[in-house]
């Protein structure tokens, strides 16, 4: 039973005690039973209700039928109307006739219903769940009696998503279709499974609500957010870059396949100048070239515990999943190849440079559902898996947070030799909260204290970067939040200066 249900059961036995209790009363004045037995009658009606409500909770009883608010107004109306008789003789008659008047509305509130079968609800999820990216989950409620209802339809919790409603509510009218939606937010990534859909109905008089168990089991998924390749900066200039310029991308003296030759211009660098063909022309000519496309982009996903910890409401883990999928997409733009490779202690998922755009998606679904683990990662399997799968020079993007000097130490010779044939890249991603507290003056102890750790956390990570930078890698180090962005960004250096 959800608390509102407990709630609302609890209100409802209040209620019934003082209907109990006027009863007693009326009993009191007119039938003239000793006072003793007026307060045994009070307390024995609340007992009951008490040990009528804890049973329902205990034995997870779903009543078909349960009282509306409404009803229980009504009730505590009449309650009080007798509380008073005594005081005042014409509250008898009139406490009389409204609970004449209420028996006959919840009569032809019973009467009316409209049955289940002629209220069905159907659950249409959106196409694609995306991680911390609210849309909303829609119900089709048709009902097909000659009264119209008012629902609502609450669904059984689930671990990747979060209600930011309590129960999707509205009204349909008879004979006719409506639509409820109810906002959600997927708060993790993986494959789930929708249960059954709690509803309850009720009709105009709204005296009864009918409640319901519609069996709605379906699967569903939860894929990383990949919205920030829509966002990313200024989209009308790099829209131009990604379709213009990564397809065939002519910079003057970049690149690393030829194009074409044009006349030297004012601003031509030196070294743009193609001599063979000045001589030929008897005038400077400059060569253009296109960066090359179709080369090995390889993803390399640390799944191990350093991933596990928290920024904000999203594991280091869930950002370098979604970096890696966006970057992914923007290289299959370029007609780049893209493979994958994530390990922990040992491989657990690898996919070789593929420039389909089949590939991508085989990607993503490799990749949404991965967890890291509790465990210290491989790196020297996971290097080794690359060097004997891998032979033509690519750029290997790695995402971790190896800022442990323990677990640096096994990375740096692997590292230093897979730099010597490839272009590594390595991907920190870092608390914005170490550098806010480095920023703010301390004003006590506490404020010092944890200035001196964000201190040496920023100084962890600088001496991490430093030494992977000695053993060959290019290391990106960004807040969280920016890894997608950044690791786009680096990408699209390495694509402009033909570091390939």
Request: net charge positive; proline share 4%; aromatic share 6%.
């Amino acid at each position: 039973m959800s608390e509102r249900a407990a709630r609302a059961l609890g209100g409802a036995g209040l209620l019934l005690a003082y209907a109990l209790g006027g009863g007693a009363l009326l009993l009191d004045w007119t039938l003239q039973i000793p006072h003793a037995a007026h307060v045994a009658l009070l307390l024995g009606g609340a007992l009951l209700v008490a040990a009528v409500s804890f049973a329902v909770w205990r034995l997870r009883l779903r009543l078909p039928l349960w009282v509306t608010p409404r009803l229980l107004y009504a009730l505590g109306g009449i309650a009080l109307l007798l509380a008073c008789a005594p005081g005042v003789a014409a509250f008898v008659p009139i406490a009389v006739a409204a609970t004449i008047a209420l028996g006959v509305l919840l009569a032809a509130d019973v009467v009316t219903g409209p049955p289940r079968r002629e209220v069905i609800v159907t659950r249409q999820p959106p196409e694609h769940f995306a991680l911390r990216h609210a849309t909303h989950l829609a119900y089709a409620v048709e009902n097909r009696s000659r009264a119209a209802i008012r629902a609502g339809i609450v669904e059984t919790p689930l671990r990747t998503l979060r209600f930011l409603q309590g129960e999707a509510a509205g009204e349909a009218p008879a004979r006719s279709r409506a639509r409820f939606t109810c906002a959600v937010l997927p708060v993790a990534r993986g494959e789930d499974r929708f249960g059954a859909l709690y509803v309850w109905y009720e009709n105009r008089i709204g005296l009864i609500r009918r409640r319901v168990v519609v069996e709605a089991a379906a699967e569903l998924r939860v894929y990383p957010d990949l919205s920030a390749v829509e966002r990313y900066g200024a989209l009308h200039v790099r829209n131009r870059l990604i379709e213009m310029g990564l397809r065939k991308m002519r910079l003057r003296g970049v690149g690393t396949e030829f194009e074409s030759l044009r006349e030297w211009s004012d601003g031509d660098a030196f070294r743009a100048v193609d001599w063979k063909a000045t001589a030929r022309r008897g005038k400077l000519m400059v060569a253009q070239h296109e960066v090359e496309r179709s080369q090995n982009l390889m993803l390399l996903i640390d799944c191990g515990r350093l991933m596990t910890p928290r920024i904000d409401e999203q594991r280091k883990f869930d950002y370098a999943v979604t970096a890696a999928l966006s970057l992914a997409t923007i290289a299959g733009l370029a007609s780049d190849r893209v493979g994958v490779v994530a390990f922990a202690g040992e491989i657990l998922a690898a996919a070789a440079p593929r420039s389909t755009r089949s590939s991508i998606a085989r990607l993503s679904e490799m990749l949404y559902d991965l967890e890291p683990r509790f465990e210290e990662a491989n790196y020297a399997r996971a290097f080794a898996y690359l060097r004997a799968h891998v032979t033509k020079r690519s750029l290997i993007v790695f995402l971790t947070d190896v800022i442990d000097p323990l677990a640096q130490a096994s990375l740096l010779g692997e590292l230093a030799s897979l730099a010597r044939r490839h272009l590594v890249v390595c991907v920190f991603m870092n608390d914005a909260a170490v550098a806010s507290a480095l920023d703010r003056e301390p004003r006590d102890v506490v404020d010092a204290y944890r200035c001196g750790v964000a201190l040496g956390l920023a100084e962890e990570r600088r001496t991490a970067a430093a030494t992977l930078t000695r053993a060959g890698a290019v290391v990106v180090d960004v807040p969280a939040r920016k890894l997608t962005t950044a690791v786009i960004d680096e990408y699209l250096r390495v694509k402009q200066r033909g570091l390939l």
